[in-house]
């Protein structure tokens, strides 16, 4: 088994572990016969996901991508942007979902594309809400629904499983900051992956706690 871990800093978090273990040593310490690779950077967007995507490995069997989050975040301006009625907040919300969906699509048709030889089992990650004050929280958590909307949508279109990380990091000791993931989260983390790793193979179904 070798299991490659893609995207952001839920994967790529030992900057924000201190001397505990990251995401991929706990998974390493879960799957020790299995050969983890970490090719997930702190702060990638989908427009920039495809450096890693290039440089995987023919014999990967497993693959996990955590996108979206940081595209997220560089759309935090919706949750002060002034408008007259609720209608166009909502159109400015699905022109800039709009945006993310289609270029969460090519990065995960590109991943498709570049692994399709070897078919490693590929899943997907959901965007967790993080651990903000409220009302705050309400907010994010609100607003981030469509944004795992469009992932969600993504995996069934291209028949990929889905991790729902909503289910798996949900309390304040989970996070280092509001967004990152501690020693913590990144084993509960990594507790998911593994299970979903060992599970059978299903078509689209959401893999959480």
Not at 66 to 71: A, T
Not at 83 to 93: E, F, H, P
Not at 139 to 145: D, E, G, M, N, V
Request: overall charge negative; charged content about 20%.
């Amino acid at each position: 088994m070798h299991i490659a871990l893609v995207g952001d800093s839920v994967f790529d978090n030992a900057k924000y572990t201190g001397s505990q273990p990251d995401v991929a040593g706990h998974l390493r310490k879960l799957l020790p016969d299995a050969r983890v690779t970490l090719y997930a950077v702190d702060g990638t967007t989908t427009a920039e996901v495809g450096k890693q995507i290039d440089r995987l490995k023919p014999d990967i069997t497993h693959v996990l991508l955590s996108l979206g989050g940081n595209d997220a975040l560089e759309n935090a301006d919706l949750l002060d942007a002034p408008v007259r009625s609720t209608a166009q907040t909502w159109d400015l919300v699905a022109a800039r979902v709009d945006a993310f969906e289609a270029a969460y699509r090519w990065a995960l048709e590109s991943l498709l594309e570049k692994v399709a030889p070897g078919k490693p089992r590929v899943t997907v990650c959901t965007i967790y809400g993080g651990s903000f004050p409220e009302p705050q929280a309400t907010r994010i958590r609100t607003a981030l629904a469509v944004w795992n909307d469009a992932i969600v949508r993504a995996a069934l279109a291209f028949d990929v499983g889905i991790l729902d990380l909503r289910a798996v990091c949900t309390e304040p000791s989970d996070f280092t900051n509001v967004i990152e993931p501690s020693a913590v989260g990144g084993a509960k983390v990594a507790a998911a992956v593994d299970r979903t790793v060992r599970a059978t193979p299903r078509r689209s179904v959401p893999f959480g706690c």
